[in-house]
């Protein structure tokens, strides 16, 4: 990621904050406009091209804003990205957004990888032990990788907590040649 999102990213979250908005309509408005990038690359091609002039891009930006209904914030956020040629990377501020609302909510991310497919109870009762073990609330993501043989491995940011049985194994051959 590039430093210069980050810093889009946590602007936009002060004035999200201080303005007191609603940051889930706020996110919903940045879906609905990802969503119309996303989906039409004559509109990417468009926003990136260097020979469209930034008052053009602009002015259909608020042409586009008149469907979306976004917040004067989100559309200002916006053509600050494109006054500054970084309209390009849209989503990935959107992602570091919504990174630094969640931490800011108290969300973790929490990666799970589990040997074999969980069903809703033990994927639920899995996330609020996580949520224990991490002292947050868990936003989790669940992965399947056989190769793991059984148990569990959590990631948390740069946190891992292997409990499957490939590093039980692996710790006890270390712990058996190392002696």
Same mark, same amino acid.
């Given at each position: 990621?590039?430093?210069?999102?980050?810093?889009?990213?946590?602007?936009?979250?002060?004035?999200?904050?201080?303005?007191?908005?609603?940051?889930?309509?706020?996110?919903?408005?940045?879906?609905?406009?990802?969503?119309?990038?996303?989906?039409?690359?004559?509109?990417?091609?468009?926003?990136?091209?260097?020979?469209?002039?930034?008052?053009?891009?602009?002015?259909?930006?608020?042409?586009?804003?008149?469907?979306?209904?976004?917040?004067? +914030?989100?559309?200002?956020?916006?053509?600050?990205? %494109?006054?500054?040629? #970084?309209?390009?990377?849209? *989503? =990935?501020? &959107? /992602?570091?957004?919504?990174?630094?609302?969640? +931490?800011?909510?108290?969300?973790?991310?929490?990666? %799970?990888?589990?040997? #074999?497919?969980?069903?809703? *109870? =033990?994927? &639920? /009762?899995?996330?609020?032990?996580?949520?224990?073990?991490?002292?947050?609330?868990?936003?989790?993501?669940?992965?399947?990788?056989?190769?793991?043989?059984?148990?569990?491995?959590?990631?948390?940011?740069?946190?891992?907590?292997?409990?499957?049985?490939?590093?039980?194994?692996?710790?006890?051959?270390?712990?058996?040649?190392?002696?």
């Amino acid at each position: 990621m590039a430093a210069f999102v980050a810093r889009y990213a946590q602007a936009f979250l002060d004035v999200v904050t201080a303005e007191k908005l609603d940051a889930l309509a706020i996110d919903g408005q940045l879906r609905d406009f990802l969503a119309t990038w996303n989906g039409s690359a004559e509109l990417q091609e468009f926003f990136v091209n260097p020979a469209v002039p930034t008052v053009q891009k602009v002015g259909f930006l608020d042409t586009l804003n008149r469907k979306l209904g976004l917040s004067k +914030e989100l559309r200002n956020l916006l053509a600050v990205l %494109i006054d500054n040629d #970084r309209i390009g990377h849209v *989503a =990935e501020v &959107a /992602a570091a957004y919504r990174k630094l609302l969640q +931490e800011q909510s108290g969300i973790r991310q929490a990666e %799970i990888v589990t040997a #074999r497919e969980l069903d809703d *109870a =033990e994927r &639920a /009762a899995l996330v609020v032990e996580v949520g224990k073990l991490a002292g947050a609330q868990i936003e989790a993501s669940f992965k399947l990788d056989a190769s793991i043989l059984g148990g569990t491995v959590v990631r948390i940011g740069s946190t891992v907590y292997d409990g499957s049985v490939r590093g039980r194994l692996d710790r006890l051959k270390e712990a058996l040649t190392a002696g």
